[in-house]
Nanobody
Framework: QVQLVESGGGLVQAGGSLRLSCVASGRSFNMYAMGWFRQAPGKEREFVAVVSGSGGRIDYADSVKGRFTISRDNAKNAVYLQMNSLKPEDTAIYYC??????????????????WGQGTQVTVSS
């Protein structure tokens, strides 16, 4: 089992940047594929990005491709989401999630058994 804690959210102007972090407790962090999701008010939770257990495979939602970068540091049990060129429509609560399947690249939230508490990102226009 793994516990996830996100940090790094905040208020930023459009065009700005933020870096989200998610630190995991527990063992064998490299056995988990890690995803980032977000949920805006009144909307369903949506996929943002995923990275495989080794970090060698990455996938992004089209809406963030070219602006966001997901990475992980298995020595630190951490996954990151670097967000550049932020837009007001990126405003949401951002969640990191883990699934015990290092090679998976799931975009569906139901595939992830472990979730953090979320961190708020607000982008002002």
């Amino acid at each position: 089992q793994v516990q996830l804690v996100e940090s790094g959210g905040g208020l930023v102007q459009a065009g700005g940047s933020l870096r989200l972090s998610c630190v995991a407790s527990g063992r064998s962090f490299n056995m988990y594929a890690m995803g980032w999701f977000r949920q805006a008010p009144g909307k369903e939770r949506e996929f943002v990005a995923v990275v495989s257990g080794s970090g060698g495979r990455i996938d992004y939602a089209d809406s963030v491709k070219g602006r966001f970068t997901i990475s992980r540091d298995n020595a630190k049990n951490a996954v990151y989401l670097q967000m550049n060129s932020l837009k007001p429509e990126d405003t949401a609560i951002y969640y990191c999630a883990a699934t015990y399947d290092p090679g998976s690249m799931w975009r569906q939230s139901f595939a992830y058994a472990y979730w953090g508490q979320g961190t708020q990102v607000t982008v002002s226009s």
